[in-house]
Every structure is written in structure tokens, then in C-alpha cells.
Nanobody
Framework: QVQLVESGGGSVQSGGSHRLSCAAS????????MAWFRQAPGNEREGVAL???????IYADSVKGRFTISQDKSKNTHYLIMTSLKPNDTAMYYC???????????????????????WGQGTQVTVSS
């Protein structure tokens, strides 16, 4: 059973930076897709960043150039490094894992992960102006 535990949520000023962590356990496959999603009040959950086991990354247009997804394989941990944060980045952030290749487009990711993925419990990020 794959388990994911997020950490690092908190409050940050607009324009600032922040890092989220997701520690994973319980999977042994070498083929996977790690992801970060977010959900703001009143909005649907959306994919933010994907990281394939082959190193390919995919980002939502809204965060491209500002957010970076990365991993430390030795710690089974992946990260979301967020810079130039804006108030509309405020949301609950979820890490997720899929024992399969990442989808080709991030817009396909929410349904796929909802059906087949594993999810963390979520961590709140609040960006104040």
C-alpha cells in the first residue's frame, strides 16, 4: 500500500518562496508518476506539476516558470518548490502518486489520479498580499 505524507504548508507573503515535501513509502516499482495538485475553495482540484520516473516534468500554465517539482530518490521524497507566490496560489496542496507513466498533458491528470492514484492528506498554503 502506497502511503504519502506531505509537510511544509504554511503562510507566506506575496512574492515569497516556499517548499512542500512529500514522503512516499510502500511502492517498489521503478515506473511511476509523482504529482502535486491543489484545490482552492469553490474550485475543482487541478494538477500543478507532474514528475515522471524518466525525469520528464509537466507544469500547469499558471505555475510554469515559478514552481519546480523535484525528487530525492534516496529519501523517497518529492518536493514542490514555489517561487514568486501570488495570492491566487492559496489552496490546499496534495501530493499524489501513480504506478504508471505520467499522462501526456496535465489536464488529463486529475481524472487519472482520482481513479488510480494514491493521495496524501493535503497541506494548506496561504499567500497573503
Amino acid at each position: 500500500q502506497v502511503q504519502l505524507v506531505e509537510s511544509g504548508g504554511g503562510s507566506v507573503q506575496s512574492g515569497g518562496s516556499h517548499r512542500l515535501s512529500c514522503a512516499a513509502s510502500g511502492y517498489t516499482t521503478s515506473r511511476y508518476c509523482m504529482a502535486w495538485f491543489r484545490q482552492a475553495p469553490g474550485n475543482e482540484r487541478e494538477g500543478v506539476a507532474l514528475l515522471d520516473s524518466d525525469g520528464t516534468t509537466i507544469y500547469a500554465d499558471s505555475v510554469k516558470g515559478r514552481f519546480t517539482i523535484s525528487q530525492d530518490k534516496s529519501k523517497n521524497t518529492h518536493y514542490l518548490i514555489m517561487t514568486s507566490l501570488k495570492p491566487n496560489d492559496t489552496a490546499m496542496y496534495y501530493c499524489a502518486a501513480l504506478v504508471a507513466r505520467c499522462p501526456s498533458r496535465i489536464v488529463y491528470s486529475t481524472d487519472l489520479f482520482n481513479d488510480l492514484g494514491y493521495w496524501g492528506q493535503g497541506t494548506q498554503v496561504t499567500v497573503s498580499s
